[in-house]
């Protein structure tokens, strides 16, 4: 029985590639580097930091990321976006008994899920950086395995879901069943190639697999 669900959070419950685009153009522009494509973010809005510093900007220099976090805050505000059914279906799933929460590489997701309003809907939200210190970038399953022994469920009752390869391989190293949902770069077919329990296309089946594992 599904007790935890655990989200991912950029391209899972939220698009923000816009605003992670507007960001990395900022320097771009800053630095005289070539304007970053949005097809270009999608392809590595899952890595960690460094990895999608270098993969839009072709090197990974920490003053970059501070430049580019100076805009980040404003950007976010103006641009990222919850999908339309990421609400209903959070409110969904708290009303059947589940816990739910957000497991992100970003380094504090709370910060952004505050300005979209998101953050009440969650027990725990969860980084590279908080609430527990530093932990391993996905797909590393510290930060999940962290999360679950502090919410005392077992992986046999959690799911985690997630729009990359990077979250259904984090699920499979903590032994949870893995999601994939289709707002990013990876299909149904690629999801059951990397050994996803199921994978969705909008938030609101997530309802109906609820219901169903608790009827089982």
Not at 20 to 34: K, Q, R, T, W
Request: net charge negative; aromatic share 8%.
């Amino acid at each position: 029985m599904i007790k935890l669900m655990v989200f991912d959070h950029d391209m899972t419950i939220v698009d923000s590639s816009y605003a992670i685009m507007a960001g990395f153009n900022y320097v771009a522009e800053h630095e005289g580097l070539p304007l970053v494509s949005h097809e270009l973010t999608m392809k590595y809005i899952a890595s960690p930091i460094p990895t999608f510093c270098e993969g839009l900007l072709g090197d990974y220099r920490p003053e970059w990321i501070k430049l580019y976090r100076s805009q980040s805050e404003r950007l976010e505000r103006e641009l990222i976006k919850p999908f339309d059914d990421t609400v209903p279906t959070m409110k969904a799933l708290r009303s059947m008994g589940i816990k739910l929460a957000v497991l992100s590489n970003r380094e504090r997701p709370s910060k952004a899920m505050q300005r979209t309003g998101l953050d009440i809907y969650f027990d725990v939200i969860v980084g590279a950086e908080e609430p527990y210190g530093h932990l391993p970038y996905k797909p590393d399953p510290t930060m999940l395995n962290t999360l679950m022994e502090h919410m005392n469920v077992q992986p046999s009752d959690t799911v985690y879901v997630g729009d990359s390869d990077l979250d259904i391989i984090t699920a499979i190293g903590a032994h949870v069943r893995g999601i994939g949902i289709t707002k990013g770069n990876f299909t149904r077919k690629d999801f059951a190639l990397l050994g996803a329990w199921k994978s969705i296309d909008n938030l609101s089946e997530l309802i109906g697999i609820a219901e169903k594992d608790a009827n089982i």
